[in-house]
């Protein structure tokens, strides 16, 4: 499970297109979003790189931890 932390992340439809990205390099990815917090955790067995490359695509910049 990984933490990302998506600070432009601001409202429903950047949610969307986050999670949109995140299905695209995993599709089996399980995310889960908080839009208070900016942050988004992934349950998946990609590297947590392409994840975050996919959502910089998006148009996020964005970084992550494992937890
Ligand atoms: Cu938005």
Do not use: Q, W
Not at 26 to 45: C, G, H, M
């Amino acid at each position: 499970m990984y933490e990302f932390d998506i600070p432009n992340m601001t409202c429903g439809h950047c949610k969307g297109t986050v999670e949109k990205a995140v299905k695209t390099a995993d599709p089996k990815a399980i995310t889960t979003v908080n839009l208070a917090s900016r942050k988004a955790t992934v349950e998946t067995a990609v590297d947590p790189a392409v994840i975050a490359h996919a959502i910089e695509d998006a148009g996020y910049p964005v970084s992550y931890t494992e937890r």
